[in-house]
Structure formats: structure tokens, C-alpha cells
């Protein structure tokens, strides 16, 4: 499924000035890329925008042939839920549900969820934890179970907010490995500052030059 | 995953505070219920009332207390009256050309906690508008140890003419004596009267006095064993006031107009009624509010969940039957609680209320008495849960926002 954006300005509630502004950025479908940039300046935000959770102010947002600028909230939501699959930097998991619980969360109704859980745990070799709860998992395990979710809900689009930031270099090459695993013929777009993971990508992009000038105030 | 499914989860996955949160919400629940139920049996006077009588005259005593004892049953053992006084006051008044009829009430035994009266055959012929007093079966006995039962009585215990009861002697509680109890003989079932003297049993006045004679500790010597604790006077337009001018001021009784008696008894329970119907709102009130704290207590948590429920794709309805199946649940589970600890509380209050409520064997009241309440509860706490969610979402959107430079 293609990405396109289109004339993108995003502001903030209660701010006059624009956060950031793509004027264009297309993701071809099947290919990754990763935008890279200063912490706090917007691409957490950039990511909502991209899975319809916060609307830009003006642009438009294709996914393949839908402007997710035009459906409305619910429309979004179900859109989401059967194209779009999510990973943050922490929190991807209810804590009191079990790891099978959380992956089943994703799988969108009307599927096999029994079924596809079973293959994501498989796939993802989380079969020894499959009925802990998710608040006792240590950080790397969480993401796994996250890249799981995605695996399980089969997703065109994969978006992920600094999936490996939190992680040392064993359990971020392995959530690494895992997400490439469960992107492969997905469009997928990281968001991190995390150096060791640059290399992994069809493209990258700096988050920077959609900072206006005026509002680059953060360190990097 | 289901919306009532992850509701479940919820709150099965947070045992204690579900458990601590239903028992608080039963108990308020228990408590309205209750409540509720003695309003409604304080209420029940009125259709449990005897109708019998103008007026009654007793010991001296509260006009209500008087009434309530005689036609309904209730309270402790009232003190004696002579028995003559009501042949003297009647002799005297046909005297002057007025007319009255008069019954004499002694409560002398009790039968499975069911009060046995001795009284006349006067009984059955009162004017109107105090009909209602007859036999369906056998008949009035004399002093040959029978007994008439009111419908009540004889329905639940499946007796008939010719069974023999046994009674205990009741006299003033204050007599510690073990009273052995006497073989009577059913001699007559009444008719159905629709009102408490219907669960009572009746027998002649000399055999009351027979019965207790022994155990009375207030017996008063003057009064030889002729005694009763009131008479029911049917009178005149007018009578109840040449009663009491009669007696009041100057004998050891005095009356308690009915019409008088009902007016209070009215004020009373209606008072009773809108102070039940505050304190019933306000404990719904701490419903809500407990349910609103416990969806606000893990604010932060829910918060996030819903963050992660809504990237997921769950739209916002589905976030909100979350909501309303948590709120359900509880509601239900606090019914449920509530139900049981009313019926297992209500009694226990009955009797700490003592005489201020008619006995169990007068008017029961059984759980179900509080559906009103349960009604109440689910929506008041589906309320709740659906309010709070509204601070659920406001946070919710802030928590999205986090990270914005």
C-alpha cells in the first residue's frame, strides 16, 4: 500500500505557528523508510498523523487510494484497525492482559483470531510466555510481543516510534529482525534517533527539514 | 477482542479492587434496600390495620401505640384495664340514651408467635362500618378450652375444625416463669378479613383470663381476674369526644380516636417515606460516586490503555462499551452482593426496630420488596462509568499528544 502526503501542516492546539510541514513524501508500497531526527521535535506526532489518530491542519494523507483526511473518526478507527499497524517506543501493552491477549487485540474482527495469534506466537518464538501477563515481561520481550501484534493483524502499513531506543544492542537487533520479518512485503515507516538501525532501510529522511525555521529550537 | 470481553478482563485481572468496589457498592445497596423494605412494611399499617371500631380505650398510653397494639398486633404487652369498666361505661351510657358497643381485647397466649385474643361473642356484631367479623366454619367457643382461628392462621398451618394447638401463656415479659403451654381445640375458622387480625387466634374472655391468671404478675387484686388490655368501641356521630370526657381526666384509661390515630399514623409514614426517599438517593448517589472514583483511580492506566485500544483501531465506541460493560458488571455484581446482604440484614434491623415495625407474622417482606433499588443501581453506575469516561478521553487525548515539541 502506497503512503502519500501531500501539503502536510500540523499544528498543535492552542499554538498559532505550524509544528512541522511535509509538503510531499511518498512511501511506495513494500518499501521501508526511516525518519531520523532531534527528540521531542514532532515525529511521534507525524506518526498519529500517519495512522489517523491526529489530523493535520491542511494537506492530504493517501493510504493506496484512501484520504484519511476525508473519513471521518470512525471510519478511521476501522480503517486503521484492518490496514495499519502501530509500535511505540514503550506502553504497546496492557499490563494485566496476557501476551496472548495483547496479540489477539490486534487482529481485526472477522478473522481467525485464535488461529492467527497461535501463528504470530509461533512466529515470533513466544510460545514459553504466551500466557504471562504483559506488565512482567522485561522491555525487549515487550516489543516482541508488539512486533507480534503487527504479525498477527497482518497490517499493510507498519509504523513504529523508536522501537529499539529503550533496548540494549542485543534485544534492539532482535526486534530489528523481528520487524523486518513481519514488514517483509509491507510498506513500513520508523521514526528514531537510533543510530544503529539507519542501515536497515530503503530510505531515509530528516526529520528536520519539515521543522519550520522559526520553530527549531530543540537540541539534537 | 470483544468490548465485554476486555471488560472482563478488566476486572477479573484486578480482583482486589473489584472485589473491595462490589462489596462497598452491595453494602450502599443492602442499605437503600433495607430502607425501602421497612418504609414499605411501616406503610403496610394500612392495609394491615384492623377495621374495627371508632375508637380504642386502654391504659393510658401514645393514642398510635394503643391503636397499633390492639388492631394491628404490635409492640410489647400492654397493661390492664378492668373489664367492668367497659360494662360500667356502657351501663352508664344507655342510661343517658347513648348507645355504644364495646369489645373487649385481652391478649393471652401465643400459638407459633401468633397472638391469641380473648374477647366476646360482641365481636361479631359490630355496626357498621366494622363488619367482617365471621365465622366460615364451626363456631364461637365457650369455656371448653376452644379456639377460632383467623383464615391466615388456619391457611398457613393447614389446620380445621377439631385440631387440637397448643398455646402458650403471654403475659407482661417481665414475668420470668416457664408457662407450659395448654391443648385448645380449633372451634371455628373466621372468614378472611384482609387485615392482620387475620393471622391472630381468638378465644372466649373467661378462658383468656383462665390462661394467664397464673403468670400475671400484674394482676391487680381490686380488679378480681376480670381484666383486658382495651375495648373497642363502636360509637355515634360524635361519641368518641363524650368518651373521652368521660374518662380521660378521670379514670385510669383513656381513648384514641381512630380517625385521629390514622391521621398521625399518615403524617408519620409519610415523613418516613420522603426521609427513606433522601437517604435512598443519597446512597445511589455514593453508588455513582464509588464507581466514578474506582474508573478515576487508575485514570493513568486507563488512559493509557485506551491510547493503545484506540492505535490498535478500536473506535471510540467500542472504547466506550468497554466502559459500559465494566459499569454493568460492577452494578450487577453489587445487586447480586447487595441482594444477598439485605436478606441476610433485614431481619437483624427488623428486630433491632422492635416494636416500631409490625412482626414478621403480621407482615412479611421478603428481598424482592427492593427491585426498586437493583433497578436503580445498574443505571446509576452505567452513569457513572460513562461520565468518568469522558475525563478517560480528555486524558487520553493529551497522553496522544506527549512528545510534542
Given at each position: 500500500m502506497n503512503l502519500q502526503l501531500s501539503d502536510v501542516e500540523v499544528r498543535v492546539p492552542g499554538r498559532r505557528d505550524a509544528l512541522f510541514l511535509v509538503p510531499s513524501l511518498r512511501v511506495p508500497a513494500g518499501s521501508s523508510l526511516l525518519i531520523h531526527g532531534p527528540s521531542g521535535a514532532g515525529k511521534t506526532t507525524l506518526l498519529h498523523v500517519l495512522s489517523g489518530q491526529f489530523l493535520p491542519a491542511t494537506g492530504s494523507l493517501h493510504l493506496g487510494e484512501t484520504d484519511l483526511t476525508a473519513l471521518s473518526a470512525s471510519r478511521r478507527a476501522a480503517f486503521r484497525r484492518r490496514h495499519i499497524g502501530i509500535i511505540f517506543q514503550r506502553g504497546n501493552l496492557i499490563e494485566h492482559l496476557t501476551v496472548r491477549e495483547n496479540i489477539a487485540l490486534g487482529i481485526p474482527p472477522g478473522m481467525p483470531a485464535r488461529l492467527r495469534t497461535e501463528q504470530a506466537i509461533r512466529r515470533m518464538d513466544l510460545a514459553g510466555m504466551q500466557h504471562q501477563r504483559a506488565g512482567l515481561l522485561s522491555p525487549g520481550e515487550q516489543q516482541r510481543v508488539a512486533v507480534a501484534r503487527i504479525v498477527a493483524a497482518e497490517p499493510d502499513l507498519i509504523l513504529a516510534d523508536e522501537p529499539t531506543s529503550s533496548l540494549d544492542q542485543a534485544n534492539a537487533e532482535t526486534v530489528m529482525e523481528a520487524l523486518r520479518e513481519a514488514s517483509r512485503g509491507k510498506t513500513m515507516v520508523v521514526v528514531s534517533h537510533d543510530p544503529r538501525i539507519l542501515a536497515r532501510f530503503d530510505a531515509v529522511e530528516n526529520f528536520a527539514q519539515w521543522i519550520p525555521e522559526k520553530s527549531v529550537k530543540v537540541s539534537a | 477482542?470483544?468490548?465485554?470481553?476486555?471488560?472482563?478482563?478488566?476486572?477479573?485481572?484486578?480482583?482486589?479492587?473489584?472485589?473491595?468496589?462490589?462489596?462497598?457498592?452491595?453494602?450502599?445497596?443492602?442499605?437503600?434496600?433495607?430502607?425501602?423494605?421497612?418504609?414499605?412494611?411501616?406503610?403496610?399499617?394500612?392495609?394491615?390495620?384492623?377495621?374495627?371500631?371508632?375508637?380504642?380505650?386502654?391504659?393510658?398510653?401514645?393514642?398510635?401505640?394503643?391503636?397499633?397494639?390492639?388492631?394491628?398486633?404490635?409492640?410489647?404487652?400492654?397493661?390492664?384495664?378492668?373489664?367492668?369498666?367497659?360494662?360500667?361505661?356502657?351501663?352508664?351510657?344507655?342510661?343517658?340514651?347513648?348507645?355504644?358497643?364495646?369489645?373487649?381485647?385481652?391478649?393471652?397466649?401465643?400459638?407459633?408467635?401468633?397472638?391469641?385474643?380473648?374477647?366476646?361473642?360482641?365481636?361479631?356484631?359490630?355496626?357498621?362500618?366494622?363488619?367482617?367479623?365471621?365465622?366460615q366454619s364451626g363456631v364461637w367457643p365457650g369455656i371448653d378450652k376452644g379456639i377460632v382461628l383467623g383464615a391466615e392462621t388456619a391457611r398457613r398451618e393447614k389446620l380445621h375444625v377439631g385440631d387440637r394447638i397448643p398455646v402458650t401463656p403471654w403475659t407482661s415479659d417481665s414475668l420470668d416463669v416457664p408457662r407450659a403451654p395448654t391443648l385448645f381445640r380449633v372451634a371455628g375458622i373466621l372468614k378472611p378479613m384482609h387485615n392482620a387480625w387475620d393471622g391472630a387466634l381468638f378465644t372466649n374472655i373467661v378462658q383468656a383470663e383462665a390462661l394467664i391468671g397464673r403468670y400475671s404478675k400484674d394482676w391487680n387484686g381490686d380488679w378480681s381476674r376480670l381484666v383486658a388490655h382495651y375495648f373497642i368501641l363502636n360509637v355515634p356521630a360524635g361519641g368518641v369526644e363524650r368518651v373521652r370526657a368521660t374518662v380521660d381526666a378521670r379514670t385510669v384509661v383513656q381513648v384514641a380516636s381512630l380517625v385521629d390515630t390514622r391521621a398521625a399514623l399518615a403524617r408519620m409514614t409519610a415523613t418516613g417515606r420522603s426521609l427513606g426517599a433522601v437517604v435512598a438517593l443519597l446512597v445511589l448517589c455514593l453508588t455513582a460516586i464509588a464507581v466514578a472514583a474506582l474508573i478515576l483511580g487508575r485514570y493513568e492506566a486507563l488512559t493509557r490503555h485506551f491510547s493503545i485500544l484506540e492505535a490498535v483501531g478500536y473506535p471510540r465506541s467500542a472504547l466506550l462499551a468497554v466502559l459500559a460493560w465494566e459499569g454493568l458488571l460492577l452494578g450487577l455484581g453489587a445487586v447480586l452482593g447487595g441482594a444477598v446482604c439485605d436478606a441476610t440484614l433485614f431481619p437483624l434491623a427488623r428486630r433491632l426496630l422492635g416494636g416500631a415495625l409490625p412482626g414478621p407474622e403480621i407482615v412479611s417482606s421478603t428481598v424482592w420488596t427492593s427491585w426498586p433499588v437493583w433497578a436503580a443501581t445498574v443505571p446509576a453506575v452505567l452513569a457513572a462509568s460513562l461520565l468518568s469516561s469522558l475525563l478517560v478521553f480528555k486524558g487520553r487525548a493529551a497522553e496522544r499528544l506527549r512528545g510534542l515539541g
Open positions: - | 477482542m470483544s468490548p465485554l470481553r476486555l471488560a472482563w478482563l478488566n476486572r477479573t485481572r484486578h480482583k482486589a479492587a473489584t472485589i473491595l468496589t462490589i462489596a462497598s457498592l452491595a453494602l450502599m445497596v443492602a442499605f437503600a434496600g433495607i430502607l425501602l423494605r421497612t418504609w414499605r412494611v411501616a406503610e403496610s399499617r394500612f392495609s394491615t390495620l384492623a377495621n374495627s371500631g371508632d375508637a380504642i380505650l386502654g391504659a393510658k398510653a401514645d393514642p398510635v401505640d394503643m391503636t397499633l397494639s390492639a388492631l394491628n398486633l404490635e409492640g410489647p404487652y400492654p397493661r390492664f384495664i378492668p373489664l367492668r369498666f367497659g360494662v360500667l361505661l356502657n351501663k352508664n351510657w344507655l342510661d343517658t340514651g347513648f348507645s355504644a358497643h364495646v369489645i373487649p381485647i385481652l391478649f393471652c397466649g401465643k400459638h407459633e408467635g401468633r397472638r391469641v385474643i380473648g374477647t366476646t361473642h360482641d365481636i361479631f356484631t359490630q355496626p357498621e362500618p366494622s363488619p367482617g367479623f365471621a365465622l
